[in-house]
């Protein structure tokens, strides 16, 4: 185990009986508060964070152990309370030191959860948890105090010192967010998540563009939840756990374990994964402006939202430049740019009015988070249509019907799980209808993978088409994407690729390496309501790449 730091702010005292008659009792309690520096923002916006400002701030919820100073076993252990106190019951007269672990850990009765903060970069060390150890003193013959603070290590204009506070903040933005949960669902099994934070945590982009991954060397690309499939491995060649990567190196500008924004954001993907469904193909996104997947829209905007509701504060801040300056929005504005069921803004500003008071033109509701958390564990997770604000709508439309005029305020008209009826196409005539229906097997059905704007990215409205295909009884099929330009100004798509979707779960996928031609040979296809996702790997510029797909059985 790795300790990042120790001070002893309070030591013990002695204490004894008087004239040597009464023995000492045989143990002693131990009390006091875990505290750890807090970085806060600046009271101008934009000014990034304040180091002249920091304050002490309670590690809620966190194992506070009493450590033998000789042979390091755990004599105690505790939990501090929601104000950072802990007391401890210890032997007398036993030279000892008190441990804050970064982790907040509850078992037994529900609710439960288990946190932790590791060092990914600890290599051989198995993800180290970080730790706060105080001094090693008697427990001496009295009750005593010991009090431990967890100190940032800034300087006037750069870290000095150890980081000691970093994984501690870390774990109060995660107390928050365990807190919103756990008011719309007292009983709530937390499922076990780990935070990988370092002081070497940074981005780097490799000479093709492409962004390194090797958390061992300190390479994250951004904070991010990621989760990982077995034996998948990293640009290093390694493993990693699943779980939320924080960025921490200092020396590059680019620093989060301060920024509960970011934080609680990261958590949100978390629930979305594991208390309800996330369809989202991940990948880049900049808020208002940046026309998304449907998928991706819904999953950053409700992660921003999320954030806001954990916080209780509108206004989502992410520092940069060391701690210089910062990128902040409010979800509570309204951001009119490209306004729809593609833009992330949209969605938060939807899923915060739903949350908060009704306190302004359009917001006519205060559901508080119990029933977006229903509509998220519930109808978000069993739609046949992939995750979006459609399926968030139609899932909470008959507890609140005025849903629709929030939706209409970000021009978003699609009236069911698939859109059926939307009319906002961003700017691109060809994006409509959101899917498009496979209507029997033999049918061949032209569509485009496009770049509204120029962006291929892989996650930006248009680049992938929806398929909708009703299948009325499982059988064995085969289906085809074959490129195929139909009119003038388009291309023929040359490497397309194909997803086939039950649920948001993947069936299927295209393994094909024909110029051209994508198959996947005969396979059982399940009863039910099936998407089929295709798009053209090599979609470049802003010409549309386009390609017959097709169903046999």
């Known amino acids: 185990m790795a300790a990042l730091a120790g001070i002893l702010l309070s030591a013990c005292g002695g204490g004894g009986g008087g004239g040597g008659s009464q023995p000492p009792p045989a143990s002693v309690t131990i009390s006091g508060q875990i505290t750890f520096d807090r970085i806060p923002f600046d009271a101008v916006l934009g000014n990034g964070l304040n180091p002249t400002g920091v304050a002490p701030a309670p590690a809620r919820q966190v194992t506070v152990e009493a450590i033998a100073a000789q042979g390091g076993t755990v004599l105690a252990t505790t939990t501090t309370d929601t104000s950072g106190n802990y007391s ?43 730790a706060l150890d105080g001094n090693s003193a008697s427990s001496g013959t ?96 390694q493993t990693n756990g699943s779980g939320i990567y924080i960025l921490g190196d200092f020396t590059v500008g680019d620093t989060d374990e301060f920024d509960q924004s970011v934080i609680a954001h990261e958590f949100g993907h978390y629930f979305e994964d594991l208390f309800s469904r996330s369809d989202s193909i991940g990948g880049d996104h900049g808020g208002a402006g940046d026309l998304l997947d449907l998928r991706v829209a819904f999953g950053e905007g409700w992660g921003n939202a999320f954030s806001s509701m954990a916080r209780g504060d509108t ?11 910062e990128f902040a929005f409010s979800v509570e504005a309204d951001d009119q740019t490209d306004e729809g069921w593609f833009s992330e803004a949209s969605v938060q500003e939807i899923l915060w009015d739903l949350f908060d008071p009704a306190n302004e033109p359009g917001d006519t509701v205060a559901l508080g988070f119990t029933p977006l958390f229903a509509v998220m564990t519930g109808a978000q997770v069993t739609t046949d249509a992939l995750t979006s604000i459609y399926t968030f709508s139609t899932g909470l439309r008959a507890t609140a019907p005025a849903i629709d005029d929030l939706l209409d305020g970000e021009d978003i008209s699609g009236t069911d799980d698939f859109g059926a009826g939307e009319s906002n196409n961003g700017g691109d005539t060809e994006i409509l209808p959101v899917y498009r229906t496979i209507q029997q097997l033999g049918q061949q059905i032209n569509v485009c993978s496009r770049s509204p704007g120029g962006n291929a990215s892989t996650n930006k409205l248009g680049n992938r088409v929806f398929l909708r295909f009703d299948n009325n009884a499982a059988r064995l099929v085969t289906i085809e994407a074959i490129g195929a330009a139909p009119s003038g100004g388009t291309s023929a798509a040359t490497d397309p690729d194909i997803f086939v979707l039950r649920e948001g779960a993947l069936v299927n996928f295209g393994t094909s390496t024909t110029p051209g031609q994508e198959t996947i040979p005969q396979f059982q296809l399940p009863q039910g309501t099936i998407i089929i996702e295709v798009y053209d790997f090599d979609l470049a510029g802003t010409t549309p790449s386009c390609m017959n797909v097709s169903i046999a059985g």
């Open 88 to 130: 401890l019951s210890v032997a007398s007269n036993t030279n000892l030191f008190i441990r804050a672990r970064a982790e907040m850990i509850k078992t037994g009765a529900a609710p439960t959860w288990n946190f932790s903060v590791r060092n990914n970069t600890t290599v051989g060390a198995n993800d180290a948890l970080y």
């Open 142 to 237: 009295a009750n005593s105090t010991r009090n431990l603070n967890a100190p940032s290590g800034f300087g006037t204009t750069n870290y000095t010192g150890e980081r000691a506070a970093a994984s501690f903040s870390i774990l109060d933005a995660v107390f928050r967010a365990k807190e919103l949960v756990l008011s719309a669902a007292p009983n709530t099994a937390f499922p076990e998540l780990r935070l990988f934070w370092s002081d070497q945590n940074r981005a780097t982009v490799l000479p093709n563009g492409q962004v390194r991954f090797c958390p061992d060397e300190g390479d994250i690309g951004t904070s991010s939840y990621i989760v990982f499939s077995q034996g998948e491995q990293d640009s290093c060649g």
């Open 315 to 325: 206004v989502y801040r992410d520092s940069q430049q060391g701690m210089s300056a």
